[in-house]
């Protein structure tokens, strides 16, 4: 089978995508699910006089822990005018169904539950881009987090990608919820820069996740 | 590198290049066939960029590959030259080991030494400072106090000019995103209402007229000509295990910038630079894992095999007739200005 190559889109349009999919891994990430952008398969953006712009996107996205499982998605995204502050309206649909994670996202539930000490860890990955398995629920974690971030953050001239979690502390709680306080750093593509941001973090294998509370960092001194 | 060099020598020697903001030796390595010929040169260089770790990884790979047994090697050597700067910007690489492992730029100091690094790929001298930069030093995209400000960026512009004559490709790789660039990163019209923006194997996506400040006549059949072979190595790499990199011009599909080492070369004639962008798309960016770095070597090898192929084959067809690059460009015979439609 000869390989073909794919079609490339243009900047917008790969930020437009790119946002597609953090909002996605927002609404239906877990510890035991992130998606990733396979390709995009059509593009096209529509200016609306007085609103903003408008951007129609089909994209195939990828399970990461379950790489055969392949989806179509159709998103749309309205970057509003004049309110850079406001976040891009997202819709999207889903043909076809992601990997049912019940039964990980329970084993990962009760694992937490049963430490004896709060979770603590540092540079998720590594310097050499390596995951203890058993962390990487907590990656994938951050990433459904950052998924909302970068969609509360995001504009027409940015492209954001969750870069590493610096710091990761399991906050004790009385009920049933998991806590997680999250240093996480951002990369955004355009200015290159990298940005630290803390999050806050709730989930729980039946209500999902909740990011309470968001913050971007100053840089550290050391820039 | 020593190591390649002695277990190689008749073919790989090493050169001094220039020194680093840090005082740091810079050297390239030439692979040269001992010949009679006279021959032409591909320049490669790696790690402008500190964190992007996987290109110095993928220099080295290809310095270790076996020159003596591979056929399709043989057959370029016998005609090219290969200089490979393996890691380019030595200070920021050694900085992001032992200090900040997502540091972009050089080690240069400035306002007193209260903010390091000019990011090398914005100092250079082609259209420098215009877009896509930032002014202040504590910017991952500061350009610099000036066009070739930085030791780096003049041991490298100051070597290639001098060559240039017989440089036909400049490549230079980075990480992330999967993707082969071809000049320009600064000129392009924006797309209008409702139009596609995504392209088809034609790559036109975007209306977009190229803009030539001092550049030959020859520049734009030769841009052309740059996509499709940029293609050919996008459709080679896929080959392997099917990763899949989007191929065009910075300024369409990536972002504005002004000041790179590709704009730079091709702005002085020489026909093919391009920039990589290897694996991956995101999900791990810079910091891409171990088990990834020996398929990522493989399948690069094989995007850039393709194109000094190419450029082989045009230059030095056999019947051993020698082209030049003006000949190439008036055997072309295109018009100046072009257009990509909208399909």
Redesign the interface.
């Known amino acids: 089978m000869e390989?073909l190559?794919?079609?490339?889109?243009?900047?917008?349009?790969?930020r437009a995508a790119?946002l597609a999919v953090a909002y996605l891994n927002h609404r239906r990430g877990g510890p035991s699910r992130?998606l990733?952008?396979h390709?995009?398969?059509?593009?096209?953006?529509?200016?609306i006089d007085n609103v903003g712009r408008k951007?129609h996107l089909k994209l195939v996205l990828e399970d990461?822990l379950e790489k055969d499982n392949i989806v179509n998605c159709t998103a749309e995204i309205l970057y509003h005018l004049g309110k850079e502050n406001a976040a891009p309206d997202v819709h999207f649909t889903i043909e076809g169904e992601f990997k049912n994670t019940d039964e990980q996202d329970n084993i990962f539930y009760n694992r937490i539950k049963s430490l004896k000490k709060e979770l603590v860890a540092q540079n998720i990955?590594?310097?050499?881009?390596?995951?203890p398995p058993e962390m990487e629920p907590i990656r994938l974690l951050a990433r459904v987090a950052a998924g909302y971030v970068i969609w509360q953050n995001s504009t027409e001239n940015t492209r954001y990608?969750l870069?590493?979690i610096k710091d990761v502390r399991q906050v004790k709680r009385s009920d049933d919820y998991l806590e997680f306080d999250y240093m996480v750093?951002l990369?955004e593509?355009?200015?290159?820069?990298?940005i630290p941001w803390q999050m806050t973090v709730l989930w729980h294998p039946q209500h999902g996740i909740k990011v309470t509370q968001n913050s971007r960092q100053p840089?550290?001194a050391?820039? | 590198m020593t190591h390649v060099k002695e277990s190689n020598s008749e073919l790989v020697t090493q050169h001094y290049l220039g020194k680093t903001s840090e005082n740091r030796t810079m050297y390239y390595l030439q692979i040269s066939q001992p010949s009679n010929k006279t021959k032409k040169i591909i320049w490669m260089d790696c790690g402008i960029h500190a964190r992007e770790w996987i290109s110095p990884a993928f220099c080295q790979w290809f310095i270790l590959q076996n020159y003596k047994s591979d056929p399709k090697i043989i057959r370029f050597l016998q005609n090219l030259d290969l200089y490979i700067l393996p890691v380019l910007n030595v200070d920021g690489y050694i900085y992001s080991w032992e200090k900040e492992r997502l540091w972009r730029k050089n080690r240069s100091s400035h306002m007193n030494g209260t903010c390091y690094g000019t990011d090398l790929n914005r100092n250079f001298n082609s259209s420098w400072g215009s877009i896509g930069v930032s002014y202040n030093c504590s910017s991952d995209i500061f350009c610099g106090s000036g066009p070739e400000s930085e030791p780096e960026t003049r041991a490298v512009a100051q070597f290639i000019e001098r060559k240039k004559e017989d440089i036909l490709c400049y490549l230079t790789i980075h990480s992330y995103g999967q993707y082969v660039l071809t000049p320009y990163g600064s000129t392009t019209k924006p797309p209008s209402n409702n139009e596609e923006l995504v392209g088809d194997e034609n790559f036109g996506p975007l209306e977009i007229i190229a803009k030539f400040t001092g550049a030959n006549e020859n520049a734009v059949p030769i841009l052309n000509l740059q996509m499709q072979v940029a293609g050919k190595a996008a459709t080679a790499l896929m080959g392997k295990y099917g990763t899949s990199y989007q191929v065009g011009a910075t300024s369409l599909i990536l972002y504005s910038n002004s000041g790179s080492s590709r704009d730079w070369t091709y702005m002085i004639g020489i026909p093919f630079s391009y920039t990589f962008e290897l694996r991956d798309k995101g999900t791990h960016g810079f910091v891409l894992p171990p088990d990834q770095i020996q398929p990522t070597c493989e399948e690069t090898m094989l995007a850039v095999t393709a194109i000094i192929d190419y450029v082989d084959q045009k230059y030095f067809p056999s019947g051993g007739v020698i082209l030049t690059s003006g000949s190439l460009g008036l055997s072309l015979c295109l018009s100046v200005v072009f257009t990509w439609t909208v399909f």
Do not use: M, R
């Open positions: 390989a190559l794919q079609h490339s889109t243009t900047a917008a349009a790969g790119a992130g990733v952008l390709a995009v398969t059509t593009a096209t953006a529509q200016d951007y990461i990955p590594d310097s050499h881009g390596n995951v990608e870069a590493q750093l990369h593509f355009v200015s290159q820069e990298i840089k550290h050391e820039y």
